[in-house]
């Protein structure tokens, strides 16, 4: 069983930045795909971003092209959302995401990611 953990959520004003970090417990297999989502109140888990760590390529959200940038440290059995240019409507809280099945650039839902962290709050106020 692998735990993610995130950190590094908080509060900032709009405009500001954030860096979201995730721990997995275990190292990651060659078919690992790492994501994260938010979900605000009232509505549905959003994706965000995923990372395959076999090609390094990052897939994103349209609501979050060019502000937020994801990476990995496969070493560190680490993921990062790195948030730029954040908004008010980017207040949610923020989950890591991985799976180990093949495949990465078609995860986009709940259900195509098998391990989850607990959350972090994230707060953009104006």
């Known amino acids: 069983q692998v735990q993610l953990v995130e950190s590094g959520g908080g509060s900032v004003q709009a405009g500001g930045s954030l860096r979201l970090s995730c721990l997995a417990s275990?190292?990651?297999?060659?078919?690992?795909?790492m994501g994260w989502f938010r979900q605000a109140p009232g509505k549905e888990r959003e994706w965000l971003a995923s990372i395959s760590s076999v090609t390094s390529t990052s897939y994103y959200a349209d609501s979050v092209k060019g502000r937020f940038t994801i990476s990995r440290d496969n070493a560190k059995n680490s993921h990062y959302l790195q948030m730029d240019s954040l908004k008010p409507e980017d207040t949610a809280m923020y989950y890591c995401?991985?799976?180990?099945?093949?495949?990465?650039?078609?995860?986009?839902?709940?259900?195509?990611?098998?391990?989850w962290g607990q959350g972090t709050q994230v707060t953009v106020s104006s």
């Open positions: 275990k190292s990651p297999s060659p078919t690992h795909c």
């Open positions: 995401s991985a799976d180990f099945r093949l495949g990465c650039s078609f995860r986009r839902r709940v259900d195509e990611f098998r391990y």
